[in-house]
Every structure is written in structure tokens, then in C-alpha cells.
């Protein structure tokens, strides 16, 4: 194995704890010794120990003189847990290849320097593309201080998301709803528009077979006008409703002591200052579920980074069934907000679009 092969061992590592680590990024580790690994470890929860640590600690007596291979660089502050560059002096370790730059201005290049300083070998850049990727959420939060914004969509082929009666039950297939499950997961928020929880009256948990980490569910609702037999209301996850100044926010919180209402100071929720706040608070990745007038409303403030469509195999037809996308649409093509196509999977018998918003040049 070469030093590329190890880096890909400790990217799987960091890429199988996506969406479990918040506030934290993901991270993985590998330690080797004269070509043998000595220790292995992965980042698995805020306040527990990171990668770097479980995998010196797995690697014992071996870590003196080994090669240490880590995802993102070694932390050199003192938070939750000590700093990982300085165990990584203890060890003796001879060299440590680091994936990427932690951007965290708390970090941002002083591991780096300590494990230099005390006469560590470090190479910095392998598979640096793929690391970025892995913790892109947590890179774009810690640059902008807002959330990363994934929109989802579930639709027929004719980009139709309900009846015109508001019938959305069931547009895609089961597999293809157990895939939205595991997005849910690797975010820390979910947020639909008052509509959708009137008219579907969903739950916004993580159903799987292991019983995922449920996302803070965020919905908004200018006047806090939710019915009370609505799923969002119970506690079985935690729940932020946002309104407009102009609620009655302390009648509501007498009824609903348990969830969380954000006034945004606002008659009504412009999206920019809605990203801000919730930045503010700490959330780092929001997926957005719609339905069509809040897609609109992330669409027309170029207020995302990424699009899941779901599409089925089904046509509705009719100018009366619930476009994906609401709103108005811009008088010139040239208007229109380009996105980059990612990727297309076929989940069951759907298909799954996903798609970027284009940086401009």
C-alpha cells in the first residue's frame, strides 16, 4: 500500500460519520508502522475523542516513529478535549500526512506549525478534493456563518409535487423515501413551510433500521398558525417554529412550552435574515423540504448550494397540480439561476438529480 491507499482508509473512515459529528467535522485517522496498520480511528461525536486520539490509543507502544494519516489537520487548541497535534508530539510519531486545512480560525494552520516546530515531517494536499467534499457543510458554515442549504424535491416527471386537491401521497417509491431518510441524517436541520405541515401533517424524523440521529425540525409560520394534532408539535424530536414579529409567540409558548420560537423580527421571514439566525445558533447544514412556495422563495434569494430532486416515473399534466417551484418566473431565459449537474442515480424505480448551483465566474 502507498500513502494514497492509507489516505483513502482514513477518508472512509471520516466519510462514514457524516452528520453524526456536528458541530464538529468528520474525521478519520490511520497509523502505520514499518507497512503494517497499527491503529485506526474515526471522530464519532461532539465531546468524544477524535480520530487522531482512538487511533494513537489503538496504536499503543507502535505510534513512536510511526506515519499518521488524518483527514483534516490535527487540532491545536484546547476545547471539549486537548489538542491532537500536541498528543501527536508525545507519541514521538515521525511523520503525519494531512488531508487538508482545517479552516477554523482557531485552527487554520497552527497544528501544522506545532508538529513542525517539534521536527514532525508533515505533507499536506493528498486527496485533498475528497476531504473538502466530506466536511463541505462544515467548511462552507465556518466561511460564511450560515448554514449549507440542500433543497429537496419530490416530484413526477412533469416537475408536479402534489394534485391540485394537495394529494402528495406517495409521488416516489419506498426505497427512494428510506434515501431521504439517510439526507435527513447527515443534517442538523430540516425546515418545511406552514403549508406542508398543515396539508401532510409529517413527522420530519429519521426512520431507520438503526434509528438515525432525529435533525432539529424548523418550520416556518408568520403567525404561528399550526393546528395542535400536527406531528411537529409532539417531542419526539426537537422542534424551532419561526414567525413574524406580529405572533403571539408567548400564547403559543404557554401551549407548547417544549418548542423553540424564533421571532425574526420581521413582519414576515425574508430568507437571508433566516439564514443568518439560524447560523447564529449553530446550525450548520438545513435541508430544505419545501413544499413549492418556500422552494421558491431559497430559489429567487440564490439562497442554496445544492439540489436533490426525486423524480418518478408518473405524469400528472394539468396547470392546476402544485408546481416544484412556485413564485414567478423571470420574463428572459438569461435570467434563469444555473446550476451544474452532479450526479443522476436510479433508487428503485425514481430517479435522484443532483445538481449544484453554478459559481459564477
Known amino acids: 500500500m502507498n500513502k494514497h491507499d492509507y489516505m483513502t482508509l482514513a477518508l472512509r473512515l471520516a466519510e462514514s460519520t457524516i452528520g453524526q459529528t456536528s458541530p464538529n467535522p468528520s474525521v478519520g485517522a490511520v497509523v502505520v508502522k514499518d507497512g503494517r496498520i497499527v491503529g485506526m480511528g474515526s471522530h464519532l461525536k461532539a465531546g468524544e475523542g477524535h480520530a487522531e486520539v482512538l487511533a494513537l490509543h489503538q496504536a499503543g507502544d507502535h505510534?513512536?516513529?510511526?506515519?499518521?494519516?488524518?483527514?483534516?489537520?490535527?487540532?491545536?487548541?484546547?476545547?471539549?478535549?486537548?489538542?491532537?497535534?500536541?498528543?501527536?508530539?508525545?507519541?514521538?510519531?515521525?511523520?503525519?500526512?494531512?488531508?487538508t486545512v482545517d479552516p477554523n480560525p482557531k485552527v487554520a494552520g497552527q497544528g501544522i506549525a506545532m508538529l513542525k516546530d517539534a521536527g514532525i515531517e508533515v505533507e499536506v494536499g493528498i486527496d485533498e478534493q475528497r476531504a473538502h467534499q466530506i466536511n463541505e457543510r462544515f467548511f462552507y458554515y465556518i466561511k460564511n456563518k450560515r448554514p449549507f442549504v440542500t433543497l429537496k424535491a419530490a416530484m413526477t416527471l412533469d416537475g408536479k409535487i402534489a394534485t391540485k386537491t394537495g394529494d402528495s401521497q406517495w409521488i416516489t417509491s419506498k426505497q427512494a423515501r428510506e434515501d431521504v431518510h439517510n439526507e435527513r441524517a447527515?443534517?442538523?436541520?430540516?425546515?418545511?413551510?406552514?403549508?406542508?405541515?398543515?396539508?401532510?401533517?409529517?413527522?420530519?424524523?429519521?426512520r431507520q433500521p438503526q434509528n438515525g440521529k432525529n435533525p432539529i425540525r424548523i418550520i416556518l409560520s408568520t403567525d404561528l398558525s399550526i393546528p395542535a394534532d400536527r406531528h411537529i408539535l409532539n417531542e419526539q424530536a426537537p422542534t424551532w417554529i419561526v414567525?413574524?414579529?406580529?405572533?403571539?409567540?408567548?400564547?403559543?409558548?404557554?401551549?407548547?412550552?417544549?418548542?423553540?420560537?424564533?421571532?425574526?423580527?420581521?413582519?414576515t421571514i425574508e430568507i437571508g435574515r433566516l439564514l443568518q439566525v439560524l447560523g447564529s445558533l449553530g446550525i450548520q447544514s438545513l435541508y430544505v423540504e419545501g413544499g413549492s412556495a418556500v422552494h421558491a422563495s431559497f430559489i429567487k434569494a440564490k439562497a442554496?448550494?445544492?439540489?436533490?430532486?426525486?423524480?418518478?416515473?408518473?405524469?400528472?399534466?394539468?396547470?392546476?397540480?402544485?408546481?416544484?417551484?412556485?413564485?414567478?418566473?423571470?420574463?428572459?431565459?438569461?435570467?434563469?439561476?444555473?446550476?451544474?449537474?452532479?450526479s443522476v442515480t436510479q433508487i428503485g424505480q425514481d430517479i435522484k438529480m443532483i445538481a449544484r448551483l453554478k459559481k459564477e465566474a
Open 63 to 99: 505510534a513512536e516513529g510511526a506515519d499518521v494519516y488524518v483527514t483534516l489537520e490535527p487540532c491545536a487548541h484546547y476545547g471539549q478535549t486537548p489538542p491532537c497535534a500536541k498528543l501527536l508530539i508525545e507519541k514521538k510519531v515521525k511523520r503525519v500526512y494531512i488531508a
Open 186 to 206: 447527515k443534517h442538523d436541520a430540516i425546515l418545511v413551510g406552514s403549508q406542508t405541515i398543515k396539508a401532510d401533517n409529517p413527522h420530519l424524523t429519521v
Open 304 to 342: 442554496f448550494q445544492v439540489c436533490h430532486w426525486y423524480i418518478a416515473p408518473k405524469l400528472l399534466g394539468g396547470q392546476d397540480a402544485v408546481n416544484v417551484v412556485g413564485g414567478y418566473s423571470p420574463e428572459q431565459m438569461a435570467d434563469a439561476i444555473a446550476l451544474e449537474f452532479e
Open 243 to 267: 414567525c413574524g414579529h406580529d405572533a403571539d409567540v408567548e400564547g403559543f409558548q404557554a401551549k407548547y412550552p417544549h418548542v423553540k420560537v424564533i421571532d425574526i423580527a420581521q413582519p
